[in-house]
């Protein structure tokens, strides 16, 4: 686990979890739904075609509480080279 929240999985592989808030788009204004849909373009766009990646989305409930504790590694004193 480096110190930006990246995970090495091996080899090329890297996992990173974020959080976003809820948006609904249904009610946004035409402006606010331009700026979204032309954010998410610019994202999607800053994969190069030799990059895989993929993207996961859960879009449930959930006890925060319970998931950080699910997920949780302890802080290990490790050596990086």
Known sequence: MRQDGI???GGN???????????NY??????DKNIIFENW???L???DASIRFQ???L????DMEKFKKSIE???QDVWVL
């Open 73 to 75: 590694i302890p802080e």
């Open 59 to 62: 879009n449930q409930k959930a």
């Open 55 to 57: 993207l996961s989305f």
């Open 26 to 31: 249904q009610l946004a204004q035409n402006e």
């Open 41 to 43: 373009c610019d994202f």
């Open 13 to 23: 592989y890297y996992t990173k979890q974020i959080e976003f808030l809820d948006i």
């Open 45 to 47: 766009n800053y994969f």
């Open 7 to 9: 995970c090495a999985a």
